[in-house]
């Protein structure tokens, strides 16, 4: 099995927002949910600051998440979060 | 596992604001867990400009802080796999209803802006980063898309997973 350890996100998905009809320009760009909170991220190619990666779920995250994450927040995925809802809607908890 | 298209067609965008009621049919769509335990995984949404003329919109998909309820119809929504049976229960969805949807205020997932003459938005998530929308009651329980400002007319798609 082959592990990669680099830090850059892989099998991206994907936006198109084609608006040449109108005049405009069409965009396309990679993008990664967070999984901290699942917002998608559109990737500005033009950034040069890093994209945050948690090293609780080895995963990249958005920058809000990362403020929080830096302000001391624990690494809470969003898969965490759903199991938890289910779990608790299957013991009929409120 | 069950995939479904939820599509929508011609739809002239009412502007709403968050945490504002919807406009029945001014919206694109809600999409719903039908159940307490349901998870459906959105993996592709699709936005088609219909306008004649030049009309910016500002789609955004996202969550709901008020879920719809009661009198619930509008859209459409089909089994992808031809050979696939419906589970039991399926997902909710539509844009008309008695109660009506809002937006939430913070919970704003995918920003689809387009200019509705001609222009078109598609997302496809990375496989596995799908958005996640489970039970059927807010925060989680129902993400809809609708525009925040401009009344774009569209057609469009959202590809998901009943899980």
């Known amino acids: 099995m082959l592990i990669i350890t680099d830090n850059f996100p892989r099998g991206l998905g994907y936006l198109q927002n084609d608006n040449r009809a109108s005049g405009g320009v069409n965009l396309e ?10 917002r998608v991220v559109i990737k500005n190619p033009d950034r040069t600051r890093e994209r945050y990666r948690c090293r609780g779920c080895n995963h990249h995250i958005c920058d809000a998440c990362e403020a929080k994450r830096f302000a001391g927040e624990p ?4 898969a965490q979060i759903v199991d938890t809802a289910l779990e608790r809607a299957a013991r009929g908890d409120k | 596992m069950a995939r479904y ?5 011609s739809k002239t965008m009412t502007a709403v604001a968050d945490t504002t009621n919807y406009t029945d ?20 949404l699709y936005i088609g400009g219909e306008d004649t003329a030049s009309t910016p919109t500002t789609m955004v998909f ?9 009198g619930i119809s509008g ?6 796999d031809g050979t696939s049976t419906a589970p039991g229960t399926v997902a909710v969805y539509g ?6 949807p809002q937006r939430s205020s913070t919970l704003h997932l995918l920003q689809l802006s387009l200019n509705t003459y001609g222009g078109i938005s598609r997302w496809q998530a990375r496989y596995s980063e799908e958005i996640t929308i489970i039970t059927a009651t807010q925060p989680l329980g129902e993400a809809s898309l609708s525009s925040v400002t401009g009344t774009g007319k569209v057609s469009g798609h959202c590809i998901y997973e009943l899980v």
């Open chain 1, 29 to 38: 760009a990679d993008t990664y949910t967070c999984s901290h909170c699942q």
């Open chain 1, 75 to 78: 690494c809470v995925t969003f």
């Open chain 2, 5 to 9: 298209s939820l599509s929508y067609q």
């Open chain 2, 25 to 44: 049919n001014g919206y694109a769509f809600f999409l719903q867990g039908g159940s307490a335990t349901m998870q459906l995984k959105v993996n592709e």
């Open chain 2, 62 to 70: 996202a969550r709901d802080s008020t879920v719809a309820a009661t």
């Open chain 2, 75 to 80: 859209d459409f929504n089909a089994l992808m």
């Open chain 2, 95 to 100: 844009c008309v209803s008695t109660t009506k």
